[in-house]
């Protein structure tokens, strides 16, 4: 890979891949045979809609004895699928190795799965050898489990190697099946990597959220209106008889009628008379918001006085009975005003949790 100031066309087509909005990847889950990788490249290409293709070369596998890709072998058939294409080609990476093999078959754009972001120790290897390494923009996805620090730290580890063009892929996280969705989304922790890397571009990948095909379309949709940069959806010939995935994968003509179906929003609209209407309607939210918390003030200073009744008469500070009323009475009131029961125990737990801590500060003052 040149480490001059001179692009090549090869990286030139990359460096207009990243930039452009919204930027769409696919392909395969699994590089499986020549064949198929090279017949899905081109099916994608002809869509006229997808800008990098994508397939796992290496694939961490929860159990051994299943499929764990085809290995090195599988690169030259990419570095084909891209002579034909003339679209840039993107693999996971886990080990310095295979960052090596990749970078030697001329793979653009490399990414961090989930499985490695929950690693420091794996991160920091890639981050080595990506060290001198110029040109190749470097996805970090989140780790498996809903931890912001580790894929906040992921990122950092890759920028310290040097890398100059980092973005993020939002993929779920797991939730032990307690769920619709294979790994559920939990938008917010997205949102909150969004406003602590505003410079970084941020994609979905449906397939892993969703893990089923008839979903894909309402997440992919969800995460444009929420200003995402981009999606990467996997791609397969034959979805029905992938090696791997099979129910999330879709043909490249059925991805093509689902970005056609997306609704694609834009931030501001530039119109004067649109930023007034808008402007008036977030003052009302603001002094909502300062009556909120003006409200839930007021709540503590009750609470604390109850801590202090409960310090002075040696009781407990977890009333289980007295927290359920107060859980159904919540989830009552706001399905009447339209508020969902996730959202209600949500905010009733914080607020709990709010309260408890302010007693036990009194109960062992």
Same mark, same amino acid.
């Given at each position: ?20 909005? *919204? ?8 590089? !499986?045979? !020549? ?13 006229? $809609? ?22 090195? $072998? ?5 570095? $084909?699928? $891209? ?28 990414? /961090? ?6 690693? +420091?120790?794996?991160?920091? !290897? ?10 190749? +923009?470097?996805?970090?996805?989140? *780790? /498996?489990?809903?931890?912001l620090e580790l894929w906040g730290g992921g990122v950092e580890r890759i920028a310290r190697a040097g890398i100059k063009q980092i973005g993020l892929i939002h993929r779920g996280f797991s939730n032990y ?7 559920? *989304?939990m938008w917010h922790l997205a949102i909150e990597m969004k406003r602590r890397f505003p410079e970084m571009p941020i994609i979905c990948d449906p397939s892993h959220i969703c893990g089923r095909r008839d ?23 034959? *979805? ?9 994968? /879709?043909? +490249? ?41 003006? /409200? ?7 609470? !604390? ?29 706001g399905e009447k005003t339209g508020l969902t029961e996730e959202f209600i125990t949500r905010f009733l737990d914080a607020v709990h949790m709010e309260s408890i801590n302010h007693q036990n500060k009194i109960?062992?003052?």
């Open positions: 890979m040149s480490t001059t100031a001179t692009l090549t066309a090869a990286q030139e087509a990359t460096q207009k891949a990243w930039s452009k909005r *919204p930027l769409i990847i696919s392909g395969p889950c699994s590089a !499986e045979t !020549e064949e198929q990788v090279i017949a899905t490249a081109q099916r994608l290409a002809a869509t006229g $809609k997808v800008d990098v293709l994508r397939a796992g070369i290496w694939k961490p596998r929860t159990r051994p004895g299943m499929f764990e890709g085809i290995g090195t $072998k599988g690169l030259p058939w990419l570095q $084909k699928a $891209k002579e034909l294409t003339g679209l840039p080609v993107a693999i996971e990476v886990a080990t310095a190795k295979q960052v090596e093999d990749a970078l030697h078959f001329d793979v653009d754009i490399l990414w /961090i799965g989930a499985r490695t972001t929950v690693n +420091p120790f794996s991160v920091q !290897e890639i981050a080595d050898a990506l060290k001198g390494v110029e040109n190749v +923009p470097v996805l970090v996805k989140n *780790p /498996i489990n809903p931890d099946g307690n769920t619709d969705f294979r790994n559920a *989304p979903t894909l379309q309402d997440v992919a949709q969800k995460s444009v209106d929420l200003q995402y940069d981009g999606l990467i959806v996997e791609s397969h010939i034959d *979805p029905d008889n992938a090696w791997s995935d099979a129910k999330q994968q /879709i043909t +490249p003509e059925t991805l093509a009628e689902l970005l056609g179906n997306i609704t694609w929003r834009k931030e501001d609209t530039g119109s004067a008379e649109y930023h007034a209407a808008l402007e008036k309607l977030r003052q009302q939210i603001d002094h909502l918001d300062d009556e909120i918390f003006q /409200i839930l003030g007021n709540r503590i200073k009750i609470a !604390e006085q109850i801590g202090q009744y409960k310090k002075d008469n040696n009781i407990t500070i977890l009333q289980t009975n007295r927290w359920n009323e107060i859980l159904e009475r919540g989830i009552k009131k109960m062992n003052s």
